[in-house]
């Protein structure tokens, strides 16, 4: 308290003491013990109102020792559990974090990860993936703007995700612990295989594979791709200490339609401690035919390179680029993209009319918007010639099909010509038009059906800048070439629409996520937010069947069917309701990429130990791997000096106890007949 409040204390002693003295003490004939009594609690009353207005506040102050974190993080996936390291990691954990030095310098925390990143202290080293990466991002998350040494228990393989190497920040040393034989056997492995998912009937698909060696000695090796029948591919590989790798590039035919499933091993006579990681098996669908598609243009543009790319990037498109007056046949194409299209697009517009083919049609600057008002009847145009940037805005509730934001309203904007356009009919809008970030309620990307024929409009030129832009964002052209994609499956198709839509692979390898989506649509062909979705799986082999309920998410409902064996599946998909329902099949691959390690990797984390500043152990090096975390002077502990303040009496209390004392008075008072 402050020497004010001290002395305000000490006038509300006098006063109060004042008060009742001069009231019942002053002129009283006698001083009895009633009079006594009846002062001391005026005094009491007196001095708690004094005492509420002054409000005297203690202040305490205390010191408190904040430690550095340590985080220690156990590597949990299964590859330690392969490679017989379960109990040193277990070892060198409770060693670790059982140190009582450790412990009264460092603030350790423990983390586990495999496919997830979790704060534990439980490991049953049964993950399914390694994903390094995430744990610089989530240690990030955990310990913000803090400096703080991490050990890392790891036979250090990875499974997914980014490089580690290039992850993790170096202004935080980390400090790995490998756990693992690191003694380098002979082992043959299939490193990678690359395969495309669909191939056409009576073609061939390319398979290129990856090959990897490590051992001191010469070694004759054969490869061999096989299907459940036969062989279809053999071939002789000679490996040496100087020649560790070796990439094999074939061409399989495509014999039968449906799913093929083959198997790519590589074998010698000499003996390796782990043959898991020899083989591979992979899945091929072969299709009945290609779809084809044809871009039409009068000008030249990297639009139509971007969208060639992106739409041939499913294998089962091809797609020609044509001027107007170099089409001949256009009855062989399942839909016509009309890339800006002017006066001389009239003849194509009239082959396409006869023909029933469906079309997309993108505008731009050089488009003849007067053509287009006479040659179609969906939209009026009123445009001008000056041009205008549009950005987008994704629409959640469009329903012709599954399609997931992408990061549109990230994406640069279209370039248009800047006017009115106004629907003629009924139009679904994917995404719509904005201007300096003002929405417009004008569409940018749109659908129209109309007497089973289908209709796409790209209002803006340079959307090659948004397969860029996906690429930066994502790392890949992946999501913005399904999204071409998805638009040229939807136009592709004058089938009859259906009201339950289902997408799924038709196989999956053994730990990945297996998710299927399904959309079910009333009878106005509006999406069903209220329907009851379920779906049966049976193994065809096993005969076990599990039911599961498919869950809401947007404008789709989705299951996830993850802990499935590999083998052969058969699904039903049914609407409760109305029993509608979908059966088809897929295929789970078996394939534990955690089993295909034999060493760990230590090279790879010594690189990592020594590009963030700190130092690669083993699991015989824990007590030198303790002296260095507590001699490390860049990790001190920090004093802090927390300041509370408080009331002297809370108000609360003041209160109840002057009332109490007032009460007496008057009651005592009362009961003397001194009222």
Known sequence: MTTSTVLLIILSLIVAGGLSFFQYLFKAKSKSKLNLFLALLRFLAVFGILL????????????????PPLAIVVDNSSSINHLKATQATSNVYQFLANNKAIVEKFNVQTYRFDADFQVSNLFDFKGKQTKFDLIPNQLKNYHRNQTFPTVIITDGNQTSGNDYNYSFDSNNKIFPVVVGDTTE??????????????????????????????GDKNVKAELTIATKNSITHKQKII??????NETVSVLLPANRVGVQVFKATISSVEKEKNTYNNTKNFAVEVLNQQTKILIVSDVSHPDIAALKRAIESNKQRKVSIARPKEISKIEEY???????????????????????????????????????????????????????????????QFNLFAMEDIGFENFPPLENPFGKIIPKTAVSVLLSAKIRG?????????????????????????????R?????????FDKYDVFIDKIIQYLATNSTKKALVVQHERFYNSGESIMLNAQFFNKNYEFDEKAHLTISVQNTITKERKNYDLLKSNASYKVNLDGLVAGHYSFVIKELNTNTSYS??????????EKQF?????????????????????????????????NDEAYPSIQKKNTTRSPLIEWYWLLILIVGFLSTEWFVRKYNGLL
Not at 185 to 211: G, S, W
Not at 239 to 244: E, I, W, Y
Not at 343 to 371: W, Y
Request: glycine letters at 4%.
């Open 334 to 396: 399942a839909v016509c993209i009309l890339y800006q299209p002017n006066a001389s697009f009239a003849a194509v517009l009239n082959q396409i009319k006869k023909a029933g083919i469906n079309t997309f049609t993108i505008t731009g600057m050089d488009t003849d918007f007067s053509f287009l008002n006479q040659n179609q009847s969906f939209f009026e145009f009123k445009m001008s010639g000056q041009p205008e940037d549009f950005t987008t805005s994704f629409n959640p």
């Open 468 to 476: 860029m832009q996906s690429a930066i964002d994502q790392q890949s």
């Open 185 to 214: 056997v002979l082992d043959l492995k299939i490193e990678q295989l690359n395969v495309n998912k669909y191939a056409f009937y009576k073609n061939q698909f390319p398979v290129e594979v990856f090959v990897n060696y490590s």
């Open 52 to 67: 509420l207005l002054i409000n005297p506040i203690i202040t305490k102050n205390t010191l408190e020792v904040v430690k």
């Open 239 to 244: 490996f040496s200490p100087t020649k560790r």
């Open 598 to 630: 034999v060493n760990a990797n230590a090279v790879k984390l010594g690189y990592l130990a020594q590009r963030t500043g700190g130092k690669l152990f083993y699991p015989n090096q824990m007590q030198q791997l303790v002296d260095m975390l507590l």
């Open 438 to 466: 003002i929405e417009t309620d004008a569409p940018l990307l749109c659908f129209i059906e109309n007497f089973g024929k289908r209709t796409a409009f790209l209002f803006g030129e340079n959307s090659w800048k948004w």
């Open 584 to 593: 088809s099949a897929f295929e789970i691959l078996d394939f534990d990429i």
